[in-house]
């Protein structure tokens, strides 16, 4: 398969792919070369592309994608170790994002105006024992 039939299949610009090649993420047995030294990609390629963009859509970096692909091969027990890790990663994410969207939602319910300058609160919006810490 030629470049362009590989990115049309697996929805990515011509330019990643060669980064990727670049990068040593796309390993040779996926790159066959012709008489002429143009590249013909294996068949395999497209499922390899695949997992590729399913890692980075999970939140692996390039990097860590290609240091598993450079271990050439890990065990079963490194494998489940880096996908817990992964896990781990974005259940925290999921809690930090869980707790600014409560706090966007304690400072609706304060109806604080910018009136004032922003992450300034109004004299109405304060209750009267924090008017007095604030504006001694």
């Given at each position: 398969m030629k470049i362009s039939e590989v990115a049309k299949i697996v929805d990515l610009p011509i330019s990643t792919i060669r980064y990727y090649?670049?990068?040593?993420?796309?390993?040779?047995?996926?790159?066959?070369?012709e008489e002429n030294n143009y590249r013909n990609y294996d068949v395999g390629i497209i499922?390899?592309?695949?997992?590729i963009k399913n890692c980075?859509?999970?939140g692996f970096s390039i990097n860590d994608i290609k240091s598993m692909i450079t271990a050439n091969g890990i065990s079963k027990e490194e494998q489940t170790r880096i996908l817990k890790?992964?896990?781990?990663?974005i259940?925290?994410?999921q809690k930090n994002l869980e707790n600014s969207k409560q706090y966007l939602y304690d400072l609706l319910e304060l109806e604080i105006t910018c009136e004032d300058g922003f992450g300034k609160a109004s004299q109405v919006a304060c209750p009267p024992a924090q008017r007095s810490e604030r504006h001694p």
């Open positions: 090649e670049k990068m040593g993420i796309i390993t040779d047995e996926y790159i066959l070369r499922h390899h592309l695949g997992v980075l859509a999970v890790d992964k896990i781990s990663e259940e925290a994410a």
